[in-house]
């Protein structure tokens, strides 16, 4: 969260969610900064909370900290995120293919 705002990574920048997204652990985490966990369990992010796309929360300086002291080196086309989502739930969005959680559909690359 920044400025009360869920922030999201893309192509390495950090900008607003558009809308929801949905984590590999099956967690979903709405614009307004609400996160709804697989077991239903609902939680609020608060200012300078960051979860990453497999549901694990931290502190986002730090987890920025880490990804730019990453000790492996990238190359440009693999530093690139690939976006995913279901055709018929545009808010269930993912890095990696796999299936809708909601219908089981596969995820389409955007």
Same mark, same amino acid.
């Given at each position: !969260?920044?400025?009360g705002?869920?922030? =999201?990574m *893309?192509?390495g920048?950090t *900008?607003p !969610? +558009?809308k929801d $997204?949905t984590?590999k652990?099956?967690t979903? =985490?709405?614009?307004? &900064? +609400? =996160? @709804?966990m697989?077991?239903?369990?609902k939680?609020q $992010?608060?200012e &300078?909370? %960051?979860m990453?796309?497999n549901g694990k929360?931290?502190?986002c300086a730090?987890? #920025?900290?880490d990804?730019?002291?990453?000790?492996h080196?990238?190359?440009?086309k693999? #530093?690139?995120a *690939?976006?995913?989502? %279901?055709p *018929? #739930?545009? +808010? @269930?969005m993912?890095?990696k293919a796999?299936?809708c959680?909601? =219908?089981?559909m596969?995820?389409?690359?955007k």
């Amino acid at each position: !969260m920044k400025d009360g705002k869920m922030m =999201c990574m *893309m192509d390495g920048k950090t *900008m607003p !969610m +558009e809308k929801d $997204m949905t984590m590999k652990n099956g967690t979903i =985490c709405m614009v307004n &900064g +609400e =996160c @709804v966990m697989k077991d239903g369990k609902k939680m609020q $992010m608060k200012e &300078g909370q %960051c979860m990453d796309m497999n549901g694990k929360m931290d502190n986002c300086a730090k987890m #920025h900290k880490d990804m730019k002291t990453s000790s492996h080196k990238k190359t440009h086309k693999n #530093h690139m995120a *690939m976006t995913y989502s %279901c055709p *018929m #739930h545009s +808010e @269930v969005m993912s890095d990696k293919a796999g299936k809708c959680p909601k =219908c089981g559909m596969d995820l389409v690359e955007k």
